[in-house]
């Protein structure tokens, strides 16, 4: 098998920033209602049972729930069809507790589901192959700015009812590098798939679109580790009519948010980013709503008018998170911990978490958690069932 140093999407922006607190820009609100909620969080077995395979798929990260009708409120997913997309996937066979040669990690794949009810026949996982049959991407970058040896990771996607039913999914431009972990993100790209296209998707578009960027203290930003789509198609409550984009952008895993009209979405000068106090045409101005979170998360409007972000505390901490907002953008309030992922080894990783709304019963949100080694090859082989996604369940009360 040939894997990455440290394989897995997450671990480019996971391992490379340090985490300082008393640094941050952010200021966390003092509004009672956003202090804390009255909530128990359980594991969800049967949701982390049907990911635990040993034959074809067999491990992910990066996992994100695209519900294909459009609607994105919690509970919608009883009679949806739900498109599941992963980053890094170990695609071959688990025989007696081993992998077999000739396993192979394409960079993503993707999954189907009816319904939201976990049955383990009832998703269906999907790669690309070559002419010897070997696995490969889903997607390949294909944008004029793509250069050789790119491939993408995967963001978050959602279904644009307002802009012909195409899905969207923002892909990560990624290369080797000889710096560093070995893999930097080189560009953000915008991906585009017609309404009632199939797998393989030969009819997809890819767009380039300016949303990596280097800000004036040398860090970097992406947008697409969450989206909103608070629009009345997506049956939200208090829907503004918005699709908001979640960027992260370094130090301190900050939170960054855009919005644009759903009809607007591919015309990029439409965009506006929040400045902290009004929405700003300029990029660079983009204010932090939040910090210590993940560069995959979520923010899901709940019925009592708050509107929860889930993410893993700093990128890869031990805890599952919640803050609790007033507005799609903030402000919100402290972080709350939800759930500890001790129960893991010293080598095992847990990074972002967040909360699949379509797929939750209603009072509640499913939310997943990637885990991973930090020394892949050789805990693979002794342990090929630890890379892939776990579910808890967020019961509000």
Not at 268 to 273: E, I, N, P, S, V
Request: with cysteine.
């Amino acid at each position: 098998m040939k894997f990455s140093l440290l394989s897995g999407a997450a671990l480019l922006w996971l391992l490379s920033t340090p985490y300082a607190v008393s640094a941050q820009n952010f200021v966390e609100s003092k509004d009672p209602k956003l202090q804390s909620a009255n909530y128990t969080v359980e594991e969800d077995e049967k949701w982390t049972a049907i990911f635990n395979r040993t034959k074809g798929w067999f491990g992910a990260d990066g996992i994100f729930s695209i519900p294909l009708d459009g609607v994105d409120s919690i509970g919608a997913g009883k009679n949806q069809k739900t498109l599941f997309v992963f980053s890094d996937t170990l695609i071959g066979e688990v025989k007696d507790g081993k992998p077999l040669p000739g396993t192979k990690m394409p960079h993503n794949t993707i999954a189907y589901m009816q319904g939201n009810t976990p049955v383990f026949d009832g998703i269906h996982f999907y790669w690309n192959k070559n002419d010897k049959g070997v696995a490969e991407s889903v997607f390949h970058p294909t944008t004029p700015g793509t250069q050789k040896g790119d491939y993408f990771w995967l963001g978050d996607g959602f279904v644009n009812s307002a802009f012909n039913g195409n899905t969207y999914i923002f892909g990560y431009r990624v290369k080797n590098v000889k710096e560093g972990m070995g893999f930097a993100e080189v560009g953000n790209v915008l991906i585009s798939i017609p309404k009632g296209s199939q797998f393989p998707f030969a009819d997809h578009r890819q767009m380039d679109t300016p949303l990596w960027v280097k800000f004036e203290d040398g860090h970097h930003g992406s947008y697409g580790a969450a989206i909103l789509n608070n629009t009345a198609a997506a049956k939200v409550p208090d829907a503004d009519g918005y699709i908001y984009v979640y960027g992260i952008r370094d130090p301190w895993k900050q939170v960054m948010v855009a919005r644009v009209k759903p009809r607007d979405f591919e015309k990029f000068d439409k965009w506006r980013y929040y400045d902290g106090k009004s929405w700003n045409k300029n990029i660079m101005k983009a204010s932090a709503i939040a910090n210590m979170a993940s560069n995959e998360m979520s923010v899901t409007p709940l019925p009592d008018g708050r509107y929860a972000m889930i993410f893993q505390l700093a990128g890869m901490g031990k805890e599952v998170c919640m803050r609790l907002g007033s507005s799609p953008y903030g402000p919100f309030g402290p972080i709350i911990k939800l759930y500890n992922t001790d129960k893991f080894a010293d080598k095992v990783i847990t990074y972002n978490a967040k909360a699949h709304p379509n797929l939750s019963q209603p009072g509640e949100l499913l939310i997943s958690y990637n885990v991973n080694f930090t020394d892949f090859f050789n805990q693979l082989n002794a342990s090929p069932d630890i890379y892939r996604p776990r579910f808890i369940k967020l019961k509000f009360k």
